[in-house]
């Protein structure tokens, strides 16, 4: 069944490209699902137990409720009134590999059951029946990984009779729930902390060894406290009981209180199997204390990278400010920020027939402007550190919502620019200070436009302070931010203070009408750099209906200015505001993306050159066969990073010499969110991209190469090497 989106789609496909193009077919049924109970009735205020089950394809997989990669399963329900649902009771987990033996995460394979108990009012009539219904969402993998949804119902008959079990599912669903995790009274659980381990001791409450021996243990952390990715060490206590090592996630946080998940063992904590994972909910015992900064990354155990990380240049917290100032400065300098340099020029010039006062007032509001929204970034980046989530510098650009909306704001600017439309032109008779006030907040809005567009560019001098900036204290890191503001800042604040600077710009005229024109053309160059980026970051159908989003909405803002212009009549103008509004609205939904379940890998590289997806394992791998191996950390959205590889991997000279060495080429692809890769950036105290290093046969730590490359930089740090 087609929905509104795609039937707008095809609609749009057919006005502007002439021809219909067939939807691809999409897979759908490898995990079925359904609703089933374990009673064939219902009783009035009596409990009921009922379960979602998965009948899984071979090799697919969904997730527990800690899925390390993935999206655990949920259930929304549609009850009626007066029933009430309990959470889902999880059973226990299995460790997920894919095919060549790497871990991917906690869940389930073949057929599952996710029990949820549910409650009805005590004042329930019997006689009739009861329509029981959810909304089931899970994300289903194999090879790759595909968001899944169903509308799951079940219909019961009400009965004052205690119910019977239901001959197909209630042993299946009574099973499932004596088996699911709990604790036991014959273990006991402990754990401490000591930097980078934890240590969780499960031992007979008793003190003597138990008759039944559990056999292959694993713990699974409720939480992301440990790395479920990496191998833990179980040993013996010699009466019956065990030991295991756990390792910390290097993203966890160092303040934690206690181990939460559950301890499966192959064989079961009882004689008769019904008991395979053991629940753990217990604080931590006093230890030594944990030391975040020696935890080891991923690396250390996997082979890509050195656990210590080098410091900043600097050495100290004016240093780093002086870098952070310095690459704010030369943030001025990337192509991200050329659109943004090009509007501020423009706003300089229609100002330079004003008073100077004027003129420097404009260049200390753009200043607030770009230091109130780098404060906000910094406050955003400590809030959601303080809550433990993973972030790097340029983060909002791994959100496709961002990215479109980003886009639709500077193809609606360039329009404005091009002369498509002029909005508020009826307020130019309020009065000269109104006009002024919004001319101050245009100088605001521009600071605002300058950072949220600058942020994803990580220049020479800047990587290091922002390493700094998400490691140190609060204070330490707004002040760094502060800094970087500055740096951006200042040429546009010196320009306006220094009347020698402003009296070599031109004087107003004729010709600025079509400056504003040709400077619109930098913002579509923008908006076309941004789609480049959303290609990777929705699917190829919801890229097509981006487009034609974009399309209705420059559509939109056209009949606004065909319909509103100077003279138009009342009613001329009611119908541009409405086009606008409407056909605004639809574009802006037509177009919104949404998400995708695997990132799409970035297209466009030298042929001479087979980029290898980047993965711990595969560095370790790589230099046990002692051959060199060169690691791109990468994003759609870096801009330079597009650039060093088009210098580099263009060169006939860098293309020889790979090929002669057999040197492998690996890229790390961030432009969407990938927990794997932020910690690995922030095991070399690094948060942004582009991030380059060579690993040689026979060192033990890598070549770290500038973030601007150029094939002799590299060729030198390969002999070199």
């Known amino acids: 069944m087609f929905t509104v989106r795609r039937i707008l789609s095809?609609?749009?496909?057919?006005?502007?490209?002439?021809?219909?193009?067939?939807?691809?077919?999409?897979?759908?049924?490898?995990?079925k699902a359904s609703l089933v109970a374990a009673d064939a009735s219902i009783q009035p205020g009596k409990p009921i137990n009922v379960a979602l089950r998965f009948v899984h394809?071979?090799?697919?997989?969904?997730?527990?409720?800690?899925?390390?990669?993935?999206?655990?399963?949920?259930?929304?329900?549609?009850?009626?009134?007066?029933?009430?649902?309990g959470e889902i009771q999880w059973p226990a987990p299995l460790v997920l590999r894919d095919k060549t033996g790497n871990v991917v995460g906690n869940g389930y394979e073949d057929e599952l059951?996710?029990?949820?108990?549910?409650?009805?009012?005590?004042?329930?009539?019997?006689?009739?029946?009861?329509?029981?219904?959810?909304?089931?969402?899970?994300?289903?993998?194999?090879?790759?990984?595909?968001?899944?949804?169903?509308?799951?119902?079940?219909?019961?008959?009400?009965?004052?009779?205690?119910?019977?079990?239901?001959?197909?599912?209630?042993?299946?669903?009574?099973?499932?729930?004596?088996?699911?995790?709990?604790?036991?009274?014959?273990?006991?659980?402990?754990?401490?902390?000591?930097?980078?381990?934890?240590?969780?001791?499960?031992?007979?409450?008793?003190?003597?060894?138990?008759?039944?021996?559990?056999?292959?243990l694993h713990f699974f952390a409720a939480d992301n406290l440990v790395a479920y990715e990496l191998p833990q060490v179980v040993t013996p206590d010699g009466r019956g009981g065990f030991v295991l090592a756990l390792p910390v996630d290097p993203a966890a946080p160092a303040d934690a209180k206690k181990l939460v998940g559950i301890v499966i063992a192959k064989n079961g904590w009882r004689a008769d199997g019904t008991l395979p994972g053991l629940a753990v909910d217990t604080g931590f015992s006093a230890g030594a204390p944990a030391k975040t900064a020696a935890t080891p990354s991923k690396s250390a155990a996997g082979g890509g990278g050195p656990a210590a990380a080098p410091t900043s240049p600097a050495g100290s917290l004016a240093g780093t400010l002086l870098l952070a100032f310095v690459g704010g400065l030369i943030l001025n300098l990337m192509p991200c920020v050329f659109p943004v340099l090009g509007i501020k020029i423009l706003g300089f010039v229609n100002q330079a027939g004003h008073q100077r006062s004027k003129i420097v007032t404009?260049?200390?509001?753009?200043?607030?402007?770009?230091?109130?929204?780098?404060?906000?970034?910094?406050?955003?980046?400590?809030?959601?550190?303080?809550?433990?989530?993973?972030?790097?510098?340029?983060?909002?650009?791994?959100?496709?919502?961002?990215?479109?909306?980003?886009?639709?704001?500077?193809?609606?600017?360039?329009?404005?620019?091009?002369?498509?439309?002029e909005f508020g032109l009826s307020a130019t008779a309020v009065g000269g200070e109104l006009q002024m006030k919004s001319g101050y907040a245009g100088s605001f809005f521009t600071g605002i436009l300058a950072t949220v567009v600058a942020t994803p560019c990580s220049a020479p001098f800047l990587a290091p302070a922002l390493g700094a900036a998400l490691a140190v204290s609060t204070v330490e890191s707004f002040a760094i931010f502060t800094s970087i503001a500055v740096g951006l800042s200042a040429p546009y604040l010196l320009l306006s203070i220094f009347p020698q600077a402003v009296?070599?710009?031109?004087?107003?005229?004729?010709?600025?009408?079509?400056f504003k024109q040709f400077m619109a053309f930098p913002l579509y160059g923008t908006v076309g750099y941004l789609l480049w980026v959303l290609a990777a970051q929705t699917s190829e159908e919801g890229f097509l209906n981006t487009l034609f989003?974009?399309?209705?909405?420059?559509?939109?803002?056209?009949?606004?200015?065909?319909?509103?212009?100077?003279?138009?009549?009342?009613?001329?103008?009611?119908?541009?505001?409405?086009?606008?509004?409407?056909i605004g609205v639809v574009g802006f939904w037509l177009g919104w993306p949404r998400p995708v379940a695997a990132a799409t890998p970035i297209a466009g590289s030298v042929p001479a050159v087979v980029w290898e997806a980047w993965s711990p394992e595969a560095v370790a791998k790589l230099r046990a066969e002692g051959r060199p191996v060169y690691v791109d950390f990468t994003a759609r959205w870096c801009a330079t990073c597009q650039t060093n590889?088009?210098?580099?991997?263009?060169?006939?000279?860098?293309?020889?010499?790979?090929?002669?060495?057999?040197?492998?080429?690996?890229?790390?692809?961030?432009?969407?969110?990938?927990?794997?890769?932020?910690?690995?950036?922030?095991?070399?105290?690094?948060?942004?991209?582009?991030?380059?290093?060579?690993?040689?046969?026979?060192?033990?730590?890598?070549?770290?190469?500038?973030?601007?490359?150029?094939?002799?930089?590299?060729?030198?740090?390969?002999?070199?090497?």
């Open 645 to 721: 590889k088009k210098i580099v991997f263009a060169s006939a000279d860098v293309l020889k010499y790979f090929a002669e060495k057999k040197i492998v080429t690996l890229r790390a692809d961030w432009t969407n969110k990938d927990a794997r890769i932020t910690r690995e950036l922030a095991s070399y105290q690094r948060s942004a991209v582009p991030f380059n290093l060579i690993w040689m046969p026979g060192r033990d730590a890598p070549v770290i190469l500038p973030e601007l490359l150029t094939p002799g930089t590299v060729l030198d740090a390969l002999k070199k090497g």
């Open 362 to 421: 404009h260049g200390l509001v753009f200043t607030a402007g770009v230091l109130a929204s780098f404060w906000t970034l910094a406050g955003v980046l400590a809030v959601l550190r303080a809550g433990g989530d993973q972030l790097g510098w340029g983060f909002q650009l791994q959100s496709a919502p961002f990215v479109f909306s980003l886009a639709v704001l500077l193809l609606v600017f360039g329009l404005n620019m091009s002369g498509v439309f």
């Open 10 to 31: 095809l609609v749009a496909l057919a006005l502007f490209g002439g021809a219909l193009i067939a939807p691809r077919a999409v897979a759908q049924h490898q995990v």
């Open 113 to 216: 059951y996710l029990p949820v108990t549910l409650t009805p009012p005590a004042d329930l009539k019997p006689g009739g029946k009861v329509d029981l219904k959810a909304s089931a969402d899970w994300l289903m993998c194999d090879e790759v990984c595909i968001p899944g949804s169903a509308e799951v119902a079940l219909s019961l008959p009400v009965s004052a009779e205690p119910p019977k079990p239901d001959a197909q599912w209630g042993e299946k669903i009574r099973s499932t729930l004596a088996r699911t995790p709990r604790a036991d009274p014959a273990w006991k659980v402990t754990a401490s902390r000591a930097g980078a381990t934890i240590t969780l001791a499960v031992t007979s409450a008793t003190g003597a060894a138990p008759a039944h021996g559990p056999q292959g």
């Open 57 to 85: 394809n071979p090799h697919w997989h969904t997730y527990w409720i800690n899925p390390g990669t993935g999206l655990p399963t949920s259930l929304a329900w549609k009850l009626p009134p007066g029933w009430t649902a």
């Open 549 to 582: 989003g974009l399309v209705l909405i420059a559509m939109a803002v056209w009949m606004y200015g065909r319909w509103t212009a100077p003279g138009a009549s009342a009613g001329r103008v009611r119908f541009g505001v409405a086009s606008l509004v409407l």
């Open 503 to 514: 009296k070599v710009l031109p004087r107003p005229g004729a010709w600025m009408e079509t």
